[in-house]
Each structure stands twice: as C-alpha cells, then as structure tokens.
C-alpha cells in the first residue's frame, strides 16, 4: 500500500480504537497530498499494481466481529430531508379574481362607497318629490311632473358639467355643486308646502348643482388603474355599485316617508349627497387631476360618429325604469301598501346586482356589440315576466318577485355600453362622454316618469310602458354600427 494510504488507514484504525476525536483526525488528514484520479483528458485511469501484488485493506475496516470495526456506508443515499416550506418558498396562493385584484388598488373602495352614498340623492329625490306632492292634497300626476323635472334637469345638465370635469376637475366643479344642492334640497318641502311652481323651480335647482360623480368616477378609473382588464372590472363594480344605489335609494325613501315623512327623506338625501361628495372630493386621485390634453374637436360631432347610438340604447332603459317608479307608487296606492314603492325598484335592482356579479365572472371575450344585442334582447324578453305576472296577480309576491328578471340583463346592457365608450372616448372628453350617457338615462328616465304619471289610468300604464322601453333599448342596439364596438378581452 502506498504511504499515504497506509497512513490514513492507521489514523482511521486509532480514531476506531482508541476514541480519538474526529476534529484530531481530520487535522491530520489535511496535510496529505491528494492523489490524482482522472487524467488531463477527464478520462479514468486504468489501476496498475505490481506483478504478484494485491490492494489489501486493513483488517480493522473489514473484519466484523472486531469491536468498532468500520462497516462501509449503504451504496444507497437516504432520501434528502426537505426543509419546511416555510424556510424554502412561500406557500403558493391562489389566483384571486379580477374584482378582488382591483378592489386592493388603493383608493378603489373609497372611491366605490363615497361615489355610492353621494348618488342616492339622484335615485330617493324623484320618488320624494312624488310622495310630497300626493301627500299635500296634490295628484299623483302632478308628483310625477314634478318628479320628472328633477331627473330630466338633471340629465340635460350632466354634458355641460362633463366638459367643466374635463377642464377643471371635480374639486372645482362639484365641491361648490354639492353645497348648494344639498341646500336646495333643505329648502324643497317649504317651497313645495306653498306653491306647485316653487316645487318645480326648487326641484330644478337642485338637479342643475347636483355634483357629477358619476362621470367623475368613470373617468377616473385610467388614472387609477393601467391595466384593460381591471378596468372592465372596474366598470363591472361600477354597475354593481349602481345597483346598490338603486337598491338602497327606493327602500331608504319609503322607509322614511312611511315612519316619519316625505321631509324626512328629502332631508336624508341632502345630508347623504354630501356626505358622498366629501369622500370623493378629498381623496387623493381626486385632488391630483390634472387635466387631460383637450382635442379640437365640436362636442356635437362626439355625439353623432359614434356615440348617439348608445345614447339611445340607453335612453329606452331609463324610460323602462322610470315608469317602474310610478308603476310601483300606482301599486302601494291600489294595495294601501307604502312599501310597495321602494320594493318593486329594490327587487329590480337585486337582479341588476345579482347580474353583476355574474356578469363579473362569465364575461367571455368577444365583441361589445354582441354582448349589446344579446343583453338587449334578454331584457324584452325579460319585462314579459312581470307583465304576465301582474295581470294574472298584481301586487302579488310573484309580481314583485319577477322584477328581478329585467334587472339581470340591465346590467348586461349598460355595462357593455360603459366599455365601448371607455375605449372609444379621447383622453380630453372621456367626462364628458360618460356624461352624454347619463344624459340619456336620465332624460329616459324622466320621460318614463312622465308617461307612466300622464298614463296611469290608461292601459298602457302599469307593466306596459316599461317594456316599450325595452322594446326601445333593442332596436337601438341592432342599429348600433358593429365597427364601433371593441372587442372585449379577457
């Protein structure tokens, strides 16, 4: 045996033996020069032996029954000990949904729920006002007007607030708006206590300084968010938030109007509106805009390339809802049942929500317009349900029950209109296209209002008129040009 392996078997022999300690042993092995097993070319040499000579290993790493003789290692490594996943990696989470990814965007909530509580106004004051009036010796026609004066005004006023948005901002344009409709909105049982006219003048005041916070937030979300698909979710919120509104609005202000009074609801409104534009207006995206480059371009031309189609879209839904609201005043007063007034809108906006929702998870890419005309479609068909259901059952639970069906596709239908105009609006105008929509359901929504109060004793009240209105929303999305519609992407 060589020296060196001659010597290593002695020192392994005296460390078995003897107990030397393994720190001694190894420090002796250190300075022993390392033989070469591989030659330059990486090849295995062949072992070379003298003739008649043999390896012969020292009887203390062989011999078994010698006491702390060496028994050679199992030519099969144990499996490695892994290390916890703690120490190793982060467990993996779980994809989360789109709606969850923009919901921990900063501001996101915020801006959802304030925007939420500043637009009730919009929804509880027509149907205060219709209360007021037929509770001051005054016809149900005639809350109805007056009903339908605050939504059109407030409708017609949203394209000029729009394109002040776009210039200055919503700090500017609806921190003073805010203030002074919340004002109006004190003063209006007063005003309707001693004259009709002053009803009227009262309730269009209101609706001119009515801050835009709806085409604020919508236009809004490219500045908070960058990515296409959390901002189709955003818009999926929005109208899911819409549908809170509804909900909530209606139910609030027959709640009130039937334990305290018709005041008592017009002043919550007040103390909600502004409540909402405080936490919109002083939060941060909110007090950092800055105004977008404004192209040279008519606002009447935004409206008649592209726009004026889906301005008619949904300008037959706000006449479907809007003759809902008296529809479901009509039917508390038959019934003596107050309630009536805020559920049949509630249970209408439960399955807007419900579709939402929905909508949030099984919108599949393709084109806007497919999705338009699909949507419009389901929401004809839809309002036949409560339409048959009240004339076999009025006031019924199944009547009231079968609003939730229009209420689905409703959501289909506005929110593909909301995504057209998000991609196809310019940089400088997007307030103000956003606006000419709320125009067009808030004008539809007055002219429901209005026929449905002119028609109440007609047999074209009732169910009927909303499903004209519907009938409305489907030949204007049919005639909706397909090259105007995105494609919508997952």
């Given at each position: ?135 001051t ?26 394109r ?48 835009p ?9 490219p ?21 809170l ?38 939060s ?20 008649t ?21 008296v ?23 439960l ?9 949030a ?42 609003m ?87």
């Amino acid at each position: 045996m060589p020296a060196d392996g001659q010597e290593t078997a002695e020192l392994l022999e005296r460390w078995l033996e003897h107990g030397t300690s393994l720190t001694d042993t190894v420090d002796a092995l250190a300075p022993l020069p390392r033989r070469q097993t591989h030659t330059p070319a990486c090849r295995p040499r062949a072992a070379t032996r003298a003739p008649g000579k043999t390896n012969r290993t020292p009887p203390a790493l062989t011999d078994p029954h010698r006491v702390g003789s060496f028994r050679p290692f199992p030519t099969e490594s144990p499996p490695p000990i892994s290390a916890p996943r703690s120490a190793e990696q982060p467990a993996p989470t779980p994809p989360r949904g789109p709606l969850r990814v923009v919901l921990a965007r900063p501001h996101v909530v915020r801006l959802l729920a304030a925007t939420v509580v500043g637009r009730l106004p919009t929804v509880m004051v027509p149907v205060a006002v219709i209360l007021l009036i037929t509770t001051t010796s005054g016809t149900l026609a005639t809350g109805g007007l007056i009903g339908a004066v605050y939504s059109l005004t407030a409708a017609l006023s949203q394209p000029a607030k729009g394109r002040l948005l776009d210039r200055y901002g919503p700090v500017r344009v609806s921190g003073p708006g805010a203030a002074l409709h919340a004002a109006t909105l004190l003063a209006l049982p007063y005003a309707a206590s001693t004259h009709r006219t002053g009803a009227a003048a009262a309730a269009m005041f209101a609706a001119l300084t009515a801050p835009p916070l709806e085409a604020g937030l919508r236009a809004l979300w490219p500045r908070i968010l960058t990515d296409p698909g959390e901002r189709r979710a955003a818009v999926v919120l929005d109208s899911t938030c819409s549908g809170l509104v509804f909900i909530t609005g209606p139910l609030l202000t027959g709640a009130l109007a039937a334990v305290h009074s018709p005041d008592a609801a017009l002043t919550m409104a007040a103390v909600l509106g502004a409540a909402g534009a405080a936490g919109v207006l002083t939060s941060v995206p909110a007090r950092s805009w800055r105004p977008a480059s404004r192209p040279v371009r008519a606002s009447g031309r935004l409206l008649t390339t592209w726009l004026g189609g889906l301005v008619a879209v949904l300008t037959g839904t706000g006449l479907a809802t809007g003759a809902m609201n008296v529809w479901a005043v009509q039917l508390a007063d038959e019934n003596n049942d107050p309630a009536l007034t805020g559920l049949v809108p509630a249970v209408f906006s439960l399955g807007a929500l419900i579709g939402s929702v929905l909508l949030a998870h099984r919108l599949h890419p393709g084109g806007a317009r497919r999705h338009l005309v699909a949507g419009a479609a389901g929401l004809q068909a839809a309002w036949f349900v409560p339409l048959l259901a009240a004339h076999h059952q009025p006031a019924s639970s199944v009547t009231v029950a079968a609003m939730a069906a229009p209420g689905l596709f409703h959501t289909v239908v506005t929110t593909s209109v909301v995504l057209t105009v998000q991609a196809l609006a310019p940089a400088g105008r997007r307030a103000e296209a956003y606006a000419w929509l709320i125009l067009a359901g808030g004008s539809g929504h007055a002219l429901g209002t209005a026929l449905a109060g002119a028609l109440s004793a007609h047999p074209l009240g009732g169910p009927v008129l909303p499903a004209l209105g519907a009938a409305l929303t489907l030949a204007a999305a049919l005639r909706t040009p397909a090259h105007t519609a995105p494609n919508i992407r997952s």
